[in-house]
């Protein structure tokens, strides 16, 4: 019997909201079929009025979720359970008309046992969801709305191992052999006392069974016993950032002779250490943490995102030399972390962004006054913080990409006795938070905090309730929280329930704190992807490495700044596509591989001047870009320009000197030596024609250049896989790209581009990147965007050719085709 089966499909769906929805006996013929993860928001147009900037302009609502299924065979032999991933937010389910229960929390999996409930005869069985997202500005970003992750139907023997039973640990690793642990709790349903014989196989990644254990197990009924199998694996192969190596156990449980349960879990071989003085150690390597933060929209499809979409968000960072992801700020989808295992991404999983009290979603810290729309988790957090957090590492903790777990992020703002105690906000002080030290010190910040009046809450011991509920769960990984204030943190026992203290913005303390806090680790959690922040980290190496705020562009935090729906701190953008500060954390990140970028701007727009004295093209602040922000400087990635026109042109490159050419001629040679902020500067007037950067030395030899195009004269479509699974999860991206009549990027005038679909596939969307595009993401037709737009399909299920052909006023049709078998 298969334990699991895809769940996600045959669903009805009504944003309207009535009890009689609950009921068995309720019709909804009429309602709207689809199929799971679905986000009912991102279907929504932008709305100025009634949507929020916060949560980027969509709007949520109620909506009601209805499935129905037959009884699974084997009658009273048989316990039936449903597993969602994730629901967003405010759940109620039921089930043939019994309540089964609530859950406020969108990013927690849950689960209920059906078998009570469902159907002996043969008749139908109903499952009903009601998702309250009426308060959708209860985030602080893009949220989404309705059930936007897997769903699975999960049917058991009376005596299994439950959902999330297994949890494999490897306690000693090395390259001749790794010690391994499996403790695996065994259930007993039966009604009376059994006798199991439990078989774990261990399966290398070749699949070939490299070990076997067997126990005998003794179970009452109605009980449920834990036990531990170790075995031993010789030369194993290491789960590893370029060779991420996954294992299987399968776990097998006979009674009398009949297998009665089989249970796989996936799991990695490999060894972490973090060290507060030499950093952060993989399968005993010193390796920096090249991380970004992401949250879990992904532009176009919203937070119902298919594998596919992050597969290719992923390659794209790890193109840039990015190695970790921190999943900001609540924990990710068993899919997105299942990626970060098959790509060898490390992966920071984070728990809660609101623990005791909340966040203003408007003003991003403390809540004002009380808000309806606004009101967040921290009204449920008392009550359901334990359930929640042990429900994600249940699920999540057998992932060899977790190195860390994050009980929080940024909770200071909301505890006023903490943000007194630093003095950076009800003194005198002067100061710059970002670029100074505190204007207390240590002792001064102690002393203020233990004379000041107490909070409701205290975070300290807050902290250690959910540090404690982490560690009972699993000790092999490190618990760490985003500090917005480890000034305060660091004295007041925060720091002290943390195995490593996280700095949000605060590189200036990386030294004060390491000479105060020896025995601490610490590292950058929450960064600006600049060059000043990397030269802080690569200076020091008790800092484990950073995670830039963000990877990608997300929709929301972006209040009154229509038509503005999305935060453009990314190194790629809403549609995934490559931004400058990609290139220059590339030219930092990989240092191996030779890489040059060559961006434009006109001199008045640029940061650069003309010196007087010297003729030669400098920063206008040559100390800017020490403090440089979250939002890159303003670049083109064209060569169109005024003839004649003083154009200051950059290049980011980890080559030791770039020779810039115009049209063939030599502009000179320069070398990154002499470039204190690692932007390679000419100024050069413009010329129509090609403007290329050629690097040499250090990492060796690269090339990129800049064509002045003219007038759009064709389309081009390009498919990231031309060949689909017919499985209806598979999804391909089509980029449209025009060009002009020399085959060059158009990329400084824009076109509207109308798109026709035939073939047995689904229609996800369009989008051109900007973050300031409110067209709807579900249309056919979109503007461009540097000449660009993307659309994503996904598979169906039989096979056939797909045909996507791309239309605009003036240009010739442009067809492309998609295999799908």
Aim: hydrophobic share 35%; net charge negative; glycine share 8%.
């Amino acid at each position: 019997m298969k334990r699991e089966k895809d769940f996600n499909f045959g669903w009805r769906f009504a944003l309207e909201d009535e009890t009689r929805f609950s009921g068995q006996g309720f019709d909804d013929s009429k309602w709207r079929e689809l199929r799971l993860p679905h986000d009912w928001s991102v279907g929504f147009s932008f709305d100025k009025e009634k949507g929020e900037g916060a949560t980027g302009y969509l709007v949520g609502g109620i909506g009601w979720y209805r499935k129905h299924f037959p009884t699974p065979e084997g009658g009273d032999d048989v316990s039936t359970f449903v597993v969602f991933d994730g629901v967003y937010n405010n759940s109620e389910f039921w089930v043939n008309g019994h309540k089964l229960g609530f859950h406020p929390y969108g990013y927690s999996p849950i689960k209920y046992d059906l078998t009570p409930y469902l159907t002996k005869d043969g008749s139908d069985n109903v499952i009903a969801v009601r998702v309250d997202h009426s308060r959708y500005c209860d985030s602080r970003w893009y949220t989404g709305s309705g059930i936007y992750r897997n769903v699975k139907l999960v049917t058991v023997s009376k005596v299994h191992v439950p959902i999330w039973g297994t949890f494999v640990t490897t306690p000693e690793v090395s390259a001749e052999k790794a010690e391994v642990s499996l403790e695996y709790k065994l259930r007993n349903d039966s009604g009376q006392a059994v006798e199991a014989k439990v078989t774990t196989r261990f399966y290398c990644p070749g699949r070939y069974e490299v070990a076997s254990v067997t126990d005998m197990v003794s179970l009452s009924a109605g009980s449920e016993a834990t036990r531990n199998q170790k075995t031993s694996i010789a030369n194993p192969h290491r789960w590893d950032l370029e060779t991420p190596e996954l294992y299987k156990a399968v776990t097998t449980v006979i009674v009398d002779d009949e297998i009665l349960d089989t249970y796989d879990t996936v799991f990695g071989i490999r060894s972490i250490r973090f060290d507060p003085n030499e950093g952060f150690f993989l399968n005993g390597r010193n390796e920096l943490i090249k991380g970004v933060c992401l949250h879990h929209d992904a532009g176009l499809v919203g937070a119902a995102v298919p594998k596919e979409v992050w597969r290719r968000r992923f390659q794209a960072l790890k193109d840039g030399g990015c190695n970790a992801i921190r999943i900001a700020h609540n924990p990710g989808s068993t899919e997105f972390i299942d990626l970060c295992d098959e790509m060898g991404l490390l992966v920071q999983n984070e728990f809660f962004d609101e623990w005791d009290n909340p966040k203003d979603k408007r003003l991003n810290k403390e809540e004002q006054e009380p808000d309806y729309l606004s009101e967040g988790y921290t009204r449920y957090f008392q009550e359901w913080a334990e359930a929640d957090l042990k429900a994600v590492m249940l699920r999540d903790r057998n992932h060899p990409s977790i190195i860390q777990w994050s009980i929080g992020n940024e909770i200071e703002w909301t505890y006023p006795r903490d943000v007194a105690a630093t003095g950076f906000f009800n003194m005198s002080w002067e100061g710059n938070y970002f670029w100074e030290h505190p204007p207390r010190n240590f002792e001064e910040i102690k002393e203020a905090y233990d004379n000041s009046p107490a909070d409701n809450y205290t975070l300290a011991d807050t902290a250690k309730k959910l540090a404690a509920w982490t560690r009972e769960l699993d000790t092999s990984r490190p618990v760490i929280a985003n500090c917005i204030l480890p000034s305060v943190s660091h004295v007041t026992g925060y720091g002290e329930a943390l195995d490593i203290v996280g700095y949000s913005y605060r590189r200036v303390m990386y030294d004060l704190c390491h000479e105060n806090f020896p025995d601490k680790v610490i590292m950058g959690t929450e960064n600006l992807g600049q060059w000043h922040e990397w030269k802080a980290i690569e200076e020091r190496p008790h800092i484990c490495g950073t995670f830039l705020w963000t990877g990608i562009d997300y929709m929301g935090e972006v209040n009154k700044q229509w038509p503005v729906k999305a935060l453009a701190a990314g190194l790629l953008d809403v549609g995934g596509f490559k931004k400058p500060s990609f290139h220059m954390m590339k030219t930092l990140w990989n240092k191996e591989e030779p890489h040059v970028y060559l961006a434009t701007q006109t001199l008045e727009k640029s940061i650069n001047k003309i010196d007087e004295e010297s003729g030669e093209i400098v920063a206008k602040d040559p100390k800017a870009w020490e403090q440089a922000l979250w939002i890159w400087h303003d670049m083109n990635e064209s060569w169109n320009y005024e003839e004649g026109e003083m154009i200051a042109a950059e290049v980011y490159s980890n080559c030791e000197e770039v020779e810039l050419f115009l049209n063939g001629e030599s502009l000179g040679v320069k070398r990154l030596e002499d470039f204190e902020d690692r932007i390679y500067k000419w100024a050069v007037p413009f010329a129509a024609g090609k403007l290329e950067a050629v690097g040499r030395g250090g990492a060796g030899e690269s090339s990129c250049s800049r064509i002045t195009d003219g007038d759009a004269a064709a389309i081009e479509l390009s498919v990231d896989k031309p060949k689909l699974a017919a499985d209806s999860y598979d999804a391909a991206h089509i980029v449209a790209q025009l060009k002009d009549v020399d085959g060059n990027d158009v990329v400084c005038s824009e076109a509207e581009i109308k798109f026709e679909v035939s073939g047995d596939c689904e229609w996800l969307g369009v989008d051109n990147g900007a973050r300031d595009n409110v067209q709807d993401f579900q249309a056919k037709k979109i503007v461009t965007n540097r000449g660009r737009c993307l659309a994503i399909v996904r598979a169906g299920s039989e096979a056939s050719n797909v045909t996507v052909t791309a239309k605009a006023e003036g240009l010739p049709d442009a067809v492309a085709t998609i295999e799908i078998g």
